[in-house]
């Protein structure tokens, strides 16, 4: 399990020539074209810590969407941002980066028969998403659509994984679990659903930056700052608030301080 110590999410300043970060390095913007628009962490990855982000802006008119992965080297030893992650920096070897679809590619033991991850069923009476030994609050890791009068429709077929996986709100996370021969396991998680192992025998001695590639029809992600282990005290009781209200829009009509009633609707 990651450390509930891990320090707060950041993107690395070595970026792909078309990024814009904003002044926290939590937002990341393909300000033109369609490629170039590599980031990577600040800071390589605990074993079991997730990197999310939410799709903040989509571009039309472009064909492709996201791709995220883990790479095995620091982001400052490169000495140019290639301009793709695939298949540019996946070809320098030490980098493992997937298209995010909804029948993500994922690792399947030889002679077993492919298995669809499990669907999200019950998001609020199953709070942790487990991926082997890692437990994560799973309240963070599922898109919500900004408060509206639609907004309990929405969430209800994000919990559900029915939109597309690159629907805008959409949140998509990386990480890896340690193996007992000493690599790691690459996991990809998509609006609280772990799609099963990505990728096998990544070098588990290596520092592990998260890869996130802001491409084509993804114009602008957002980091997610995610609790790993038990949950906050201010975690728990929006899970209770939510839990006895109809959707989020009722939350206005609690006589609760503003700055509560905005951090139980997600903004």
Known sequence: MASSCCPPS?????????????PSRTQATR??????????SQEPL?????????????????????????MARDPSSLDVVP?????????????WVFAITRNHNRVTPEGAPEQSPGRVRGFLADPYLLIEQVRIPRDKLVGRSRPSRYSHILDDLYKNNVLPATARRSRIGVLYTLQPDGTADMHMVINGEDMGPSAKGLPAACPLYAVVDVFASTKSVRLIQVEHGFPSLQTLCRLIIQKHIVHRLAIDGLDLPPLLKNFCKYE
């Open 10 to 22: 950041r993107f690395h300043p070595v970026h792909g020539a078309n990024v814009r970060l904003d």
């Open 31 to 40: 300000v033109e074209s369609f490629a170039n628009g590599l980031c990577f």
């Open 46 to 70: 605990a074993p079991g810590q997730v990197f999310l982000v939410e799709i903040e802006e989509k571009e039309l008119g472009w064909c492709g969407h996201l791709r995220v992965g883990l």
């Open 83 to 95: 301009e793709y992650s695939l298949p540019d920096l996946v070809n320098r070897g030490d980098s």
